[in-house]
């Protein structure tokens, strides 16, 4: 069974620029959650989506946006990239929306915003 | 608002010694926690889950955790290290009704000396 797929997986961008990412859950999974790895602010939550609406959302500026599919793939953007923005994204996928806690992670995309 | 303390951003252990990683939490209804695993340039993988029940609970790789309420920890052991378990870790407690968001702690680095 294929895990979760992060693309792309390093990318480079410059101030103002906006990004895409995306992530493929693993088969059978509606639940996407997306994770902001900083060495300064550790892992924070940024939304969850669960057949294709926002069940949640973190702390973060609009400029942080996501959307669901219904085949359940995931796509998270970020708009007027700044240099704080430059982090590891993870994509979460999960069976259900709940406090199972049992997210599968993928490897992230690595953001850098020069 | 919910919070993680993990003890110690980096912790050295002697191949085959004891592995403690100390995690408190804070939380006005009763936790769900979690240990979770990141090996480098990985993403993250869960080791063992709290939700109700008995308070030890054992984990993938020979890890086990017990939650305190009295202590609010929920800290994580293995009774003897292996280069493998060389990693970073992280506890993380999940929220009532907030799906799958997930509050993170600061993460310890094991590092494994042979």
């Known amino acids: 069974k294929a895990g979760v797929t992060q693309t792309p997986r390093y990318l480079i961008k410059t101030r103002g620029q906006q990004v895409t990412l995306s992530c493929s859950p693993i088969?059978?999974?509606?639940?996407v959650s997306w994770y902001q790895q900083t060495p300064g602010q550790g892992l924070q939550f940024l939304f969850e989506y669960f057949s294709e609406t926002q069940r949640n959302k973190g702390n973060f500026p609009g400029r942080f946006s996501g959307r669901q599919f219904s085949n359940s793939r995931s796509e998270m953007n970020v708009s007027t990239l700044e240099l704080g923005d430059s982090a590891l994204y993870l994509c979460?996928?999960?069976?259900?929306?709940?406090?199972?806690?049992?997210?599968?992670f993928g490897e992230g995309s690595r953001l850098t915003v020069l | 608002a919910q919070s993680v303390t993990q003890l110690g951003s980096h912790v050295s252990v002697s191949e085959g010694a004891l592995v403690l990683l100390r995690c408190n939490y804070s939380?006005?209804?009763?936790?769900?926690l979690f240990w979770y695993v990141q090996y480098p340039n990985q993403g993250l993988q869960l080791l063992l889950k709290y939700t109700t029940g008995a308070t030890l609970v054992k984990g993938i790789n020979g890890f086990e955790a017990e939650f305190k309420k009295s202590e609010t920890s929920f800290h994580l052991t293995k009774p003897s290290a292996h280069m493998s378990d060389a990693a970073e870790y992280f506890c993380a407690v999940s929220e009532e009704a907030a799906g799958n968001k997930l509050t993170f702690g600061g993460g310890t680095r094991v590092l494994v000396k042979p």
């Open positions: 979460a996928s999960s069976y259900l929306s709940g406090r199972t806690g049992e997210l599968f």
């Open positions: 939380s006005s209804v009763p936790p769900y």
């Open positions: 088969s059978g999974h509606r639940s």
